[in-house]
């Protein structure tokens, strides 16, 4: 079965830092990966999403991420932190059937002044 | 684009009572719908994967009989909490995806359900 771990439950960054949000699957094939952000008591918003395209993927708000099938990682940057940058981050891996998806845990982000 | 509403956003309901909630596609045709269920502070758990016209498969340890769900249109499922009880408090959000979407899901607001 396929699986995701999101390494650290909690990330705090001071503002104008880099943001780096790590994600790990587990999948003998590619999967394609994804990764969403929730604000509180707000649905998933895609950032970004890898489709077995470019391995370095650029998503909204000037985030990015890197595909890297050695690692079997789709860690997430931001060069730069901004306070509206705070929330929580999941990271979610589909491929199965009936595109499912498999999600991390979360990693709540928190940006200080 | 790919916009999908939730109704309602919040219902209080009393233990025993039944609760519908809608999960619409906006803007495209939603062939596969998938509910999921949130608890403060964890991760979305799915209950069940839901087709157009056909019977909702649901996760293992989902009730199906509690957790009604019916996808009758390309645009609409909905999902009814049967017998509500405290424990089935939570926040339940709805997503959709259409073929060839590269298992990308849309995901609604989300409702927050509260039981007394």
């Known amino acids: 079965a396929q699986s995701v771990t999101q390494l650290g439950s909690h990330v705090s960054v001071s503002e104008g830092a880099l943001v780096l949000l790590r994600c790990n699957y587990s999948?003998?094939?590619?999967?394609?990966l994804f990764w969403y952000v929730q604000y509180p008591n707000q649905g998933l918003q895609l950032l970004l999403k890898?489709?077995?395209?470019?391995?370095l993927v650029k998503g909204i708000n000037g985030f990015e991420a890197e595909f890297k099938k050695s690692e079997t990682s789709f860690h997430l940057t931001k060069p730069s932190a901004h306070m509206s940058d705070a929330a929580e981050y999941f990271c979610a891996a589909g491929g199965t059937s009936y595109g499912k998806l498999t999600f991390g845990q979360g990693t709540i982000l928190t940006v200080h002044p | 684009g790919a916009v999908v509403s939730q109704h309602p956003s919040r219902v209080i309901c009393k233990s025993g009572t039944s609760v519908k909630i809608e999960c619409r596609s906006l803007d495209f045709q939603a062939t596969t719908m998938f509910w999921y269920r949130q608890f403060p502070k964890q991760s979305l758990m799915l209950m069940a994967t839901?087709?157009?016209?056909?019977?909702?498969?649901?996760e293992q340890g989902v009730e199906k009989d509690k957790f009604l769900i019916n996808h009758a249109s390309l645009t609409l499922s909905t999902l009814t909490v049967t017998s509500a009880h405290p424990e089935d408090s939570s926040f339940y959000i709805c997503?959709?995806?259409?073929?060839?979407?590269?298992?990308?899901?849309?995901f609604g607001p989300g409702t927050r359900l509260t039981v007394l």
């Open positions: 839901s087709n157009e016209g056909s019977k909702a498969t649901y």
């Open positions: 999948s003998s094939v590619p999967p394609y």
């Open positions: 997503s959709a995806s259409s073929a060839g979407a590269d298992n990308e899901q849309f």
């Open positions: 890898y489709t077995s395209a470019a391995t």
